[in-house]
Structures are given as C-alpha cells and as structure tokens.
C-alpha cells in the first residue's frame, strides 16, 4: 500500500493519505477548485449532531400547561444523539445553539365526542418570562362502539435557537374543558416531543 505523507510547518502534526490495499479497490477522491476551500466534518456542524425524545408515561385529563410526566425514551431500539435536552417540571432546555426541528404529538382518549382537542408548543426567548406559540394542531374525537376513542396530531416547526441559556420549550393542551385523556405510556411512545438539531444557526 503506497501512502503521502504531509508534514506541518510546525508543532509537528501530519497528515497520511493512503491508496486502497488492491487495484480492484481504487477510489477518485475530487476536491472542489476552491480558494482556501475547507473541508468540513461532522463537528463542525455537518449533518445531525443531536437527537432527542421524551414521552408522557403517565395519562391524565383536561386542559394543561404546561404538559408534565416526561421521561426521556428508554427502550432497547431508542437512538440518541448528542448532549440532549433538558427537562424540568415541563419546561424543556435546549443543550446549543443551532437550528431546529421541533415536533409534538399527542395522543387522547375519551368516552365521548369532543369537537376540538389542540396540540401546541412554545418557544421562550428570555428565559421563560414570555412565551410564543410556534406549533399548533387540532383534531376531534367521535366516539365509537360505546367506549374509549383514540385520536392524536402533531405541531411540529424549525426553531432558530440562538442562545441556548435563555431559550425554553414547552407543550401545551386544550380539550375543550372536557375529561379528555392525554394519553401517557412508559412502554411505547405515544404523547412525546422530538428534537432534532438540523444545523447551526
């Protein structure tokens, strides 16, 4: 295996290209014609550097804010990315600046018909004394076969998190002021947030 070796001007550093093992092997590796181009990697904010889930692991009803008992997804499938957010009493912390996807599904039950149940999400940007809401989905519940119906949406948005100290999240719900069940389950994720840092910002 042939190999170019480059030396640094100084402090000693090196950097080894080495050709494939066999011919059978050969692969072209094009540079673009930049002017002092730079080729990036995956710390310098290439591609997904964090990845994050929380879901509700116990029910309860009503009209909430904000939507409480997180936990963060632990099944043996779950994957997981990066530093990850932070959760208190509902109130999400995001671990660095960047951009965002943002989404949040929840899934109900009632004995009943409910003309409109709402999904939302905000955002802070001053250390939760002010809230703006950036994601909002609505949906129903017609009751079938005399018992229990289910039914869920997501609010999803990109957030531009540009300072990771003051930002905040939460999830919030409006059933309408019925007994409408938000659905929690420590087993499979039904009523969860996602987060997932797309680039920087």
Same mark, same amino acid.
């Given at each position: 295996?042939?190999?170019?070796?480059?030396?640094?001007?100084?402090?000693?550093?090196?950097?080894?290209?080495?050709?494939?093992?066999?011919?059978?092997?050969?692969? *072209?590796?094009? *540079?673009?014609?930049?002017?002092?181009?730079?080729?990036?990697?995956?710390?310098?904010?290439?591609?997904?550097?964090?990845?994050?889930?929380?879901?509700?692991?116990?029910?309860?009803?009503?009209?909430?804010?904000?939507?409480?008992?997180?936990?963060?997804?632990?099944?043996?499938?779950?994957? =997981? %990315?990066?530093?990850?957010?932070?959760e208190s009493s509902g109130i999400f912390? =995001?671990?660095?600046?960047?951009?965002?996807? *943002?989404?949040?599904?929840?899934?109900? =039950?009632?004995?009943?018909?409910?003309?409109?149940?709402?999904?939302?999400?905000?955002?802070?940007?001053?250390?939760?004394?002010?809230?703006?809401?950036?994601?909002?989905?609505?949906?129903? %519940?017609?009751?079938?076969?005399?018992?229990?119906?289910?039914?869920?949406?997501?609010?999803?948005?990109? *957030?531009?998190?540009?300072?990771?100290?003051?930002?905040?999240?939460?999830?919030?719900?409006?059933?309408?002021?019925?007994?409408?069940?938000?659905?929690?389950?420590?087993t499979g994720t039904e009523t969860y947030?996602?987060?997932?840092?797309?680039?920087?910002?």
């Open positions: 295996m042939s190999s170019i070796k480059l030396t640094a001007d100084s402090g000693g550093g090196t950097f080894e290209l080495k050709a494939p093992s066999s011919g059978s092997n050969a692969r *072209v590796l094009t *540079v673009p014609d930049l002017a002092d181009g730079t080729i990036l990697t995956s710390s310098s904010g290439v591609g997904i550097t964090m990845l994050d889930q929380f879901r509700v692991h116990s029910s309860f009803t009503g009209t909430v804010d904000p939507v409480q008992n997180w936990e963060r997804t632990d099944d043996a499938t779950d994957g =997981f %990315i990066g530093t990850g957010m932070t912390t =995001f671990p660095q600046t960047g951009i965002y996807l *943002v989404e949040f599904q929840i899934n109900w =039950f009632f004995a009943g018909d409910e003309r409109e149940v709402i999904a939302m999400f905000d955002i802070s940007t001053n250390s939760g004394s002010n809230y703006d809401n950036v994601g909002l989905s609505r949906t129903h %519940i017609k009751q079938c076969e005399g018992t229990n119906t289910h039914a869920s949406c997501t609010a999803s948005s990109t *957030v531009d998190v540009t300072n990771a100290s003051t930002f905040r999240c939460k999830g919030r719900t409006d059933t309408g002021g019925s007994s409408v069940y938000i659905n929690g389950n420590s947030f996602r987060f997932i840092r797309l680039g920087d910002t």
